[in-house]
């Protein structure tokens, strides 16, 4: 039975990664992000890629009267999708270099601190509320700052274009996750044993990293400018109702 096996195999890998995890928890976690965020950005190509498809078969349909076919081979073989691995290693070793050791040991500290320095009882309504305040307010904006800066640099911009990129995607990408994370983050504090949490982490980071670098490569896109133009319109009227 094909079924049978493929449970039996998913299982023999689950009690592996345990293993791993409890030998070596930092490692397993640095080695698991890296490939974890490098198969999210090449999800992230393919639905931007989906996405663009229509407009190049749009454009090649448009040129398809044109004399030279070998031109409109070309324009078909663009509109393929095709993996910049190029960016799957660049988005990677931000896996391997920032979120697999910084969040370990953010979520080891972070639950350390609560308990022993807060004196909240686990698994209680304070301790989860605490974690996810401390988690959002603190981790989330630090990983959104560091993974844009990372990728500006790491892709050949300069200092200035790395600042206007953050300018144009931080806001974006923080309202958006704000809705979503604290969610998943009250159940991974209330159910999951601490062993885990960051496993549970590392699962949803897949969905994130293809999320951030879906928002990295959306460049201007116009649902960007609604957000950053009403949070300086907010910033605009909260200036005017203070003098």
């Avoid at 890296?34 to 040129?63: C, E, M, N």
């Avoid at 509320?129 to 981790?139: E, P, R, S």
């Avoid at 911009?157 to 931080?170: Q, S």
């Amino acid at each position: 039975d094909d079924g049978g096996h493929d449970w039996s195999m998913m299982l023999k890998l689950w009690r592996w990664y345990q293993r791993c995890l409890t030998v070596h928890p930092l490692k397993t976690q640095v080695i698991s992000s890296g490939f974890l965020w490098g198969f999210g950005d090449v999800t992230a190509q393919y639905i931007t890629h989906s996405t663009a498809k229509p407009r190049l078969l749009r454009l090649t349909v448009s040129h398809s009267r044109s004399p030279s076919r070998d031109t409109h081979k070309d324009k078909e073989a663009d509109a393929e999708f095709k993996v910049n691995w190029k960016r799957v290693a660049i988005t990677s070793m931000f896996g391997f270099g920032f979120v697999g050791p910084v969040g370990h040991f953010w979520y080891e500290g972070l639950d350390k601190f609560i308990k022993l320095k807060l004196r909240y009882a686990p698994k209680t309504t304070r301790f989860v509320a605490a974690k996810v305040a401390m988690d959002g307010l603190i981790f989330g904006p630090l990983d959104l700052l560091v993974f844009f800066t990372y990728m500006g640099f790491a892709t050949g911009k300069n200092t200035a274009e790395v600042k206007e990129g953050i300018k144009r995607d931080f806001l974006p990408a923080l309202a958006l996750e704000g809705g979503a994370w604290p969610l998943l983050q009250i159940a991974n504090f209330r159910y999951v044993p601490v062993q885990y949490q960051l496993l549970y982490v590392n699962i949803f980071c897949l969905i994130d990293s293809a999320f951030l670098s879906w928002v990295e490569q959306q460049k201007d896109a116009a649902w960007k400018q609604w957000f950053t133009t009403s949070f300086q319109t907010l910033k605009e009227r909260g200036g005017t109702s203070g003098v």
